[in-house]
């Protein structure tokens, strides 16, 4: 339940200011490959 609604402000906050796509990408990478590394990655399926 959380990833959908993690895009769904994603995509909103893109759509709004544009500039965020950089950061946004960047912070979601770093969260799931923090996700993959320590094992936890079950939490968001």
């Known amino acids: ?3 959908p609604l993690i895009s769904l402000i994603s995509g ?3 759509l709004v ?8 990408v960047a ?3 770093i969260i ?3 996700i993959g590394l320590f ?3 079950h ?3």
Request: glycine share 12%; no cysteine.
């Open 17 to 24: 200011i544009p500039r965020l796509l950089n950061f946004i």
């Open 27 to 29: 912070i979601y990478l």
């Open 32 to 34: 799931i490959g923090a």
């Open 12 to 14: 909103i906050l893109i």
């Open 43 to 45: 939490f968001l399926r």
């Open 1 to 3: 339940m959380l990833t």
């Open 39 to 41: 094992g936890t990655g």
